[in-house]
């Protein structure tokens, strides 16, 4: 295995998105030598179902908190061997309503981990085509960041930032990501961050379509330059194969950057990781 142990952004079928059983993400975090990893299941309250396609039968991207804590607590009787956590991935969206239902989910619950991402600009998630139609690409980038840093002033109650320039990955062909066009919007996020004690996740999902993850690598450097110290690491898996993906890539990169380490987070505090 690499210098890469741990892969803390996973999902299973309590998220909408994905019909992968629990114990099979394990099976293949085991057969890849990994020593922890952490169940981050969508929990995006008021996702428009209007936004889905296809429709949902049931309100989309919530799940049965005792249930899942559940199926955790068994499934670590059954897998000593690897630290399993217990995490969500909480869905951003700056609304009274939604950032107080976001309030009780992190206050309690006994999270080990909890990612902080957006999937949602006006309702509309980038991953749909309808994001980007009839707009040019770049301000629907600017917008997607504008609303990060927003949604991150308004409510910060996660230990890691997931996939910063999320909106990237679902920008049509045509698009050329200029990163120098948006840096001065991702340096607040970065400088919020760090003021919060926030990690900056690095989110390997970006690399099935690009060359890069998210966020891009010269975000990293610059987080690291402003003082940053705190790095998560996931696949955003939500298939077994998908599992741990590109971690082979990363130690070198997060060096280049000017980190030895990454941190995983047991009971919400930071353990630290050399590379």
Excluded at 47 to 58: D, L, S, T, Y
């Amino acid at each position: 295995m690499t210098g890469i142990g741990c892969d803390t952004h996973i999902h299973s079928e309590y998220s909408t998105d994905s019909q992968t059983p629990m114990e099979a993400q394990i099976q293949q975090a085991l057969r890849l030598g990994l020593s922890e990893i952490c169940f981050t299941d969508h929990m995006d309250y008021d996702f428009p179902e209007e936004a889905m396609n296809p429709p949902c039968e049931k309100p989309p991207f919530v799940f049965d908190i005792t249930d899942y804590q559940r199926k955790i607590e068994s499934l670590r009787q059954v897998y000593p061997e690897i630290t399993i956590g217990t995490g969500v991935e909480c869905g951003l969206q700056n609304t009274q309503e939604t950032i107080e239902k976001n309030r009780q989910l992190t206050k309690g619950n006994n999270w080990d981990y909890i990612i902080g991402s957006l999937h949602l600009v006006r309702k509309t998630d980038p991953y749909y085509p309808a994001f980007w139609e009839g707009k040019k690409a770049e301000n629907c980038v600017r917008l997607y960041l504008e609303e990060l840093l927003d949604n991150i002033t308004a409510f910060s109650d996660f230990d890691s930032l997931g996939h910063l320039d999320y909106v990237v990955r679902y920008a049509p062909d045509s698009f050329v990501y200029r990163l120098e066009e948006y840096f001065e919007i991702i340096e607040e996020i970065l400088a919020l961050l760090i003021r919060k004690d926030i990690a900056l996740e690095i989110n390997t999902s970006g690399l099935k379509s690009s060359d890069m993850p998210n966020p891009h690598l010269s975000v990293l450097t610059r987080y690291v330059q402003m003082g940053g110290e705190l790095v998560t690491i996931g696949s955003d898996a939500h298939t077994p194969n998908y599992l741990g993906y590109q971690f082979e890539r990363l130690p070198e990169w997060i060096k280049k950057a000017g980190l030895r380490q990454y941190v995983t987070y047991r009971a919400r505090k930071p353990i630290f990781h050399s590379i």
